[in-house]
């Protein structure tokens, strides 16, 4: 059977610091720059989720674009928007909020509930030049 690739496009607002708290304070301006500022600094993310496999016979989807969209709400949207990622959620506590990272948290958080048969992946962009792509 042919695999079709279906995406939804989402987005969330949320501040961070990129921050090794291992290193001093010059390696860390050194390296993570403006990004490093103690204040934090924002993103509008813009987020795609793509959910590739076959298309259901009797329904004519790869995947219900409505549940997608439900579910990139309630485990992307509702926990990241309009937060601090540093201070406010529990995956960026200890993990350093980077685009890379904030990708691989969404898609593990997605993966459990996508079913195993279907293939995923997540675009990020953190500004409209800045992306990752990450798919497990």
Same mark, same amino acid.
């Given at each position: $059977?042919?695999?079709?690739?279906?995406?939804?496009?989402?987005?969330f607002?949320? &501040?961070?610091?990129?921050?090794n708290?291992?290193? +001093?304070?010059?390696?860390?301006?050194?390296? #993570?720059g403006?990004?490093?500022?103690?204040?934090?600094?924002?993103?509008?993310? *813009?987020?795609?989720?793509s959910?590739?496999?076959?298309?259901d016979?009797? +329904?004519?989807y @790869? @995947?219900d $674009?409505?549940w997608?969209a439900?579910?990139?709400? *309630?485990?992307? *949207?509702?926990? #990241?928007?309009?937060?601090?990622?540093?201070?406010? +959620?529990?995956?960026?506590?200890?993990?350093n909020p +980077? &685009?890379?990272?904030?990708a691989?948290?969404?898609w593990?958080?997605?993966?459990?509930?996508v &079913?195993? &048969?279907?293939?995923l992946?997540?675009?990020?962009?953190?500004?409209?030049?800045?992306?990752?792509?990450?798919?497990?």
């Amino acid at each position: $059977m042919s695999k079709v690739t279906v995406s939804r496009h989402a987005h969330f607002n949320a &501040a961070h610091r990129l921050h090794n708290a291992s290193w +001093t304070v010059e390696k860390n301006e050194a390296v #993570f720059g403006k990004c490093n500022n103690p204040h934090y600094h924002g993103h509008n993310y *813009e987020l795609i989720v793509s959910v590739r496999g076959d298309v259901d016979p009797e +329904t004519g989807y @790869v @995947v219900d $674009m409505k549940w997608l969209a439900d579910l990139i709400e *309630e485990q992307v *949207e509702q926990r #990241f928007d309009h937060k601090n990622l540093n201070e406010e +959620t529990e995956e960026f506590k200890v993990l350093n909020p +980077t &685009a890379e990272n904030i990708a691989m948290v969404i898609w593990k958080l997605l993966r459990k509930e996508v &079913a195993e &048969a279907l293939e995923l992946k997540v675009t990020l962009y953190e500004t409209p030049r800045n992306f990752v792509e990450y798919s497990g």
